[in-house]
């Protein structure tokens, strides 16, 4: 079997993969009460349906509202909350946790002279302050987001993105993300993928598998291309 050249480009998805999406609930858990975690994840899961539905529909929205609306419907369904914790979960969403794994994974590429970029449904406004906040901007050779063509992943076009602002072919990037769908998308696309499977969730969409599954950013820099 012929080896592959090394990666020129890692792009790697936002949220989920670098930033917490659950961390904006976990901060106030307390307040919020027992229905704190399934908030989150409903939250979530509306967030992303809501960006596949406007996709399929040819309504795009930016997706700060988006996780707006989100997070509205996920509260009505967990018995209500009032409009000053609404505020300041929409705050944190803003400036979610980076993993821990993030910035070494990251600065350990950079160091080999990796290309390292964002790919992400997330506005530009929510990610500059999403990167700031985690101090990975001195990592980062872009951030691009789908907001620049109006619809979201997992349209081919969205993963264009990375190569057409590089100037690479879809064979020379290593995509990582931690959601499986995500990587569904970017294999049909051509990438080399990486599914950061933190939890150990069983695969799905068999027909578009990962090049390689990893528990961590940890691992990256130690996984072949």
């Given at each position: 079997?012929e080896?592959?050249?090394?990666?020129?480009?890692?792009?790697?998805?936002?949220?989920?993969?670098?930033?917490?999406?659950?961390?904006?609930?976990?901060?106030?858990?307390?307040?919020?009460?027992?229905?704190?975690?399934?908030?989150?994840e409903?939250?979530?899961?509306?967030?992303?349906?809501?960006?596949?539905?406007?996709?399929?529909?040819?309504?795009?929205?930016?997706?700060?509202?988006?996780?707006?609306?989100?997070?509205?419907y996920?509260?009505?369904?967990?018995?209500g909350?009032?409009?000053?914790?609404?505020?300041?979960?929409?705050?944190?969403?803003?400036t979610?946790?980076?993993?821990?794994?993030?910035?070494?994974?990251?600065?350990?590429?950079?160091?080999?002279?990796?290309?390292?970029?964002?790919?992400?449904?997330?506005?530009?406004?929510?990610?500059?302050?999403?990167?700031?906040?985690?101090?990975?901007?001195?990592?980062?050779?872009?951030?691009?987001?789908?907001?620049?063509?109006?619809?979201?992943?997992?349209?081919?076009?969205?993963y264009?993105?990375?190569?057409?602002?590089?100037g690479?072919a879809?064979?020379?990037?290593?995509?990582q993300?931690?959601?499986?769908?995500?990587?569904a998308?970017?294999?049909?696309?051509?990438?080399?993928?990486?599914?950061?499977?933190?939890?150990?969730?069983?695969?799905?969409?068999?027909?578009?598998?990962?090049?390689r599954i990893?528990?961590?950013?940890?691992?990256?820099?130690?996984?072949?291309?």
């Amino acid at each position: 079997m012929e080896k592959r050249l090394p990666a020129r480009l890692y792009v790697f998805d936002a949220y989920g993969t670098l930033f917490d999406v659950h961390a904006a609930v976990a901060r106030h858990a307390q307040e919020i009460g027992p229905q704190a975690e399934r908030l989150s994840e409903l939250w979530r899961v509306k967030q992303l349906e809501y960006c596949w539905v406007r996709s399929l529909a040819g309504a795009y929205r930016d997706f700060a509202e988006l996780t707006r609306d989100a997070l509205f419907y996920a509260a009505a369904r967990c018995g209500g909350l009032n409009p000053a914790l609404l505020g300041r979960l929409l705050a944190a969403y803003e400036t979610l946790d980076a993993y821990p794994d993030a910035r070494p994974a990251l600065a350990a590429l950079k160091a080999k002279g990796a290309a390292l970029a964002i790919l992400s449904n997330g506005s530009p406004a929510m990610l500059g302050r999403a990167v700031e906040a985690a101090g990975l901007s001195d990592l980062l050779d872009a951030t691009i987001s789908v907001d620049e063509i109006g619809v979201y992943k997992t349209a081919p076009q969205v993963y264009a993105l990375a190569t057409a602002r590089f100037g690479v072919a879809p064979d020379e990037v290593s995509f990582q993300s931690s959601n499986r769908w995500d990587i569904a998308g970017a294999a049909r696309f051509g990438f080399r993928t990486v599914w950061v499977n933190r939890t150990g969730l069983p695969d799905e969409y068999r027909d578009l598998p990962p090049d390689r599954i990893i528990r961590g950013l940890d691992e990256l820099a130690a996984v072949p291309d």
